[in-house]
Structures are given as C-alpha cells and as structure tokens.
C-alpha cells in the first residue's frame, strides 16, 4: 500500500492565515469531520495514512502539504522540507521532517532567505512548476532547482498573483493535461495543455491512472474531468475551502 502524510485539525484551524478571501466562521467539528472523511477515502483508494502528530498551536498545520513536496527519480526518492512564506507557519515543518525520518525517506531543506510553499509546487512528469507569489521566492525556487536539476528535473517558474498558491489555480490530471478557471491563472500558455474548467477551486488529486479526487463544491468540473474518461471521487472540504484550502493541501501523497 502507498503512504499519504496527514495531520489533524488544529482547533485553532478559524485562526488561520487568509489572502484572498474575507474571514469568515469555521465549524471545527464539521472540519474535523470532513478530514476524517479525506483521510478514509484516501484509504480505500491504497493510500494508508500516516498521522504527522498534531499541535493546536499551529492553525494551519492540517494543510500539510505546503510543510514538504516529494519527488520520485530513478536517483531515488527525495523530500524536499519546505521554507514556509508566513513566519507563522514555519513551525510546520519539523514534525513532518522527524516523520518522514521515522519513514526512512531520504529529506532536505529549502533555506532563508528562500521561501518555498509544497502548494505552489506542481509536478508534471519531469517538469516541476513553480509558483512565484506571496509564498514562494526567486531564491526558494533557485534553491529547488539546484536540488532537482541533477536528478533530471526541469523547475519552471510561474507568475502566481491572483490565487494563494499555483495550485490554487492549477493541478493536473493523470495525462498530464493541467486544469484550471482561467481566471485564476496569470499565464496558462506556459502549460504545453491546459483546459479550462467552470469552476474555481477545481483540483484534483490523482488517487489512480484513471481516477481523481475533487471537492464536492466543484460539480460541473468534475462532470468535465468525467467525460474525458476518468473516474470521480469527491468529498466535502467546505470548512477549509474557507481557510483557501483545497482537495491537495491535506495530504502528501507516496507511491
């Protein structure tokens, strides 16, 4: 069975940062109830979770995926341990990196002054996208590449303002084919195939070659992402779409 790196609700999940959208109230019981629900969909489709261990003290910690991004090479497996944009948020990552220890899987940083968020980080094939916005930094990403360019990475940067973090605006499917709301990305002509979808928040998290997860929140995408052959899972993540999270920013998934 594959892995997917988790970590609970932190109750303090209404305090967390907010760029682009008006605060409003966060149900924690709800949340927690959705990620319960994240984490055993993730489980019927053979990833086991494995539980990064919480602090209440960090509200954002349920958003996981922004503290590491991993990447897989025929130079083997390498997790990159993030250097996260907001100061506070940057307690995040120590309990992910002795996890991934515990895992036995090999891990490095990104430094200050570089800045690098696992959200704005899009991986397609050998390309990696990168995100430059309010997260990520020139030096962030010059630090990324240095790191995958000799495990045969090409690290693009992409304009990111309109959204939180590039993945806010774009994931991609199986094929490779990136989707987004076009109104959500700065420069869609950088992906070789992009197609746009109806709606905002449409991404997806690849759970098989010919299955995705969605949001419940985005139907007419998923019925789109549906008619080109895929199979659709979804699930309700209402309560941190509140927080400009989305169906990528709860897990790290390992194949």
Known sequence: MSTALVRPTSL?????????????????????????????????????????????????????????VVFDSPAGRLAVITSPGAESRRGETDAVAETLHTLGVEHTRIDLPGTLDGGDVLKVGDTVYVGRGGRTNAEGIRQLRELLTPRGFTVVGVPVTKVLHLKSAVTALPDGTVIGHPDDVDEPGIFPRFLPVPEHGAAVVVLAPDTVLMAASVPRSAELVESLGYRVVTVDVSEFEKLEGCVTCLSVRLR
């Not at 605060?23 to 927690?32: M, N, P, T």
């Open 12 to 68: 303090r999940l209404a305090e967390g940062q907010l760029t682009h959208l008006e605060r409003v109230e966060v149900d924690i019981g709800l949340a927690q109830s959705q990620w319960d629900s994240y984490c055993d969909t993730l489980a019927t489709w053979g990833f086991e979770p494995v539980r990064v261990p919480g602090d209440d003290d960090l509200p954002d910690q349920v958003f996981v995926e922004d503290a590491v």
